[in-house]
Each structure stands twice: as structure tokens, then as C-alpha cells.
């Protein structure tokens, strides 16, 4: 049985009060809450003051990115290393902020993949496709040319331990989520795809939806066999709400 998986991402916000008081928050009403892993990422540069105030709690620390590279000449980069050293544990990466406004290649997320990989790290892939996309019926075909750039270079055996996050783009921060029912059928797809090449794996891989999900949407989204969890944006800002959201994936998968 898969274990529901829910990660806050906190994009570009944040203040040093921000961090203290929402690891407080959640720290006290999730600190010992065993039926959902929990991880959130702030901005890379609150990490290291985030997991101070997250010590010897169940919460995890995520990052929202990472460089292929491990060191060397790429000023203002992040390494697989650095992240792990800092107490990192999941790590976002293909998002599609990052491949639209900086012009990440399946090639580049493909790299960062196999470096966190080699450092020990569990990478949250996202994939997903635009409205146009969506409404010309590419919504499978596009999930599978994302995999294909992994899956081709590596292997199928490469997803052991990983986390995909559909995140179809049309749905993220509209407040305009997917159909649980349609959800289902595109996470459906994502771990059959994959089982062609090795079933075992699949069996435990966590598929995360992201895209608008909230406190009121989270129940029913939790209630499709397929979906394992959630990548949080705009709602994981608030605790009480991303509090809600966690509760309800804990409920749901122990059904």
C-alpha cells in the first residue's frame, strides 16, 4: 500500500516570520501525525532555518530546484549535494514555472534527475500539459514525452524511490483544478506507462496531483485510487488549510 504524500510548495514567498511561525503551526498540530508524510519547500534560502525550527519533527524539508551540476563556475546555483547536506529531502524539479519562464529542456530536467538520484535524493518530477494542449487531446502523448526523457536515458528502475507530480499547467494557481475523475484517468496512464516497463515499481511509486488543490477539493481528489497525494502551491501558504489537505489525504488512503 502506498503511503499519501503531501508537499507544500511555497514558491517565491516567504519572510524569516513566515517560516517561524508556519513551523510552528504545523509542528503542533503535525509533529507526531504518523498517516500522511509531510514536506514543505520554501525559497532555498529559508532551508536551513526551516529545518531548524522542523527539528524532531515528522516534516520533511523539499526544495523547489536544483543544478545538474554537482560544483564548479554556475554562479547562484544549488547543488544536489548542498541540498543534501542541508537536511533536503524531496526536491521539485520540471515544474512548469521553471520550464516556461526559464526555458528548461526535458534534456536539463532529465540531468537534474539523474544528479539527485546520485545524491541519495527523491526527485519530484512534474509533468503536465497546457490548455491548448489539453484541448487538442495531447494530455496523455505530452505526460509520456516527459517520462520518455527520463525513462529512455535511465530506465524504468530509475523511479524507485521517486515522486511524480502531474501538474496539468491549465489548472495551476486558477483556481480552476482538473476533475478528480479526470485526474484519475491521467494518473491511470502515468503508472501504466511506466509499468510497461516495470510493474514492481509503480506499485509503490507516489503520483502526486497539483494544480489548485485546496481544503474544499482535497477529499474528493483523495478518493481516486491513483492519486497518492499532492503537490500544494497557493494553499500550503496558510496552515490551517494545508493542515486540512494533509488530514484529508491521511483519511482517505487508510479507506
Known sequence: MRHPLVIGNWKLNGTKRMVKEMSAALCNALSNFVGCDVAIAPPIVYLDLARHYLKNSRIALGSQNVDAHLSGAFTGEVSAEMLKDIGAKYIIIGHSERRTYHKESDDVIAEKFAALK??????VLCIGESAAEK????TEAI???????VLNRFGAKVFENTVV????????GTGKPALPAQVQ???KFIRSYIAQHDTFITEKMSILYGGSVNDENAT??????DIDGALVGGASLKSEGFVLIVKAAAREKQR
Not at 135 to 138: M, N
Not at 143 to 149: F, I, N, P, R
Not at 165 to 172: C, G, K
Open 185 to 187: 484517468s491521467v494518473h
Open 143 to 149: 505526460c509520456a514525452y516527459q517520462l520518455d526523457a
Open 165 to 172: 507530480a502531474y501538474e496539468p499547467i491549465w489548472a495551476i
Open 135 to 138: 484541448k487538442s487531446g495531447k
Open 118 to 123: 546520485a545524491a541519495g535524493l527523491i526527485p
Open 220 to 225: 474528493e481528489l483523495f478518493t481516486q485510487p
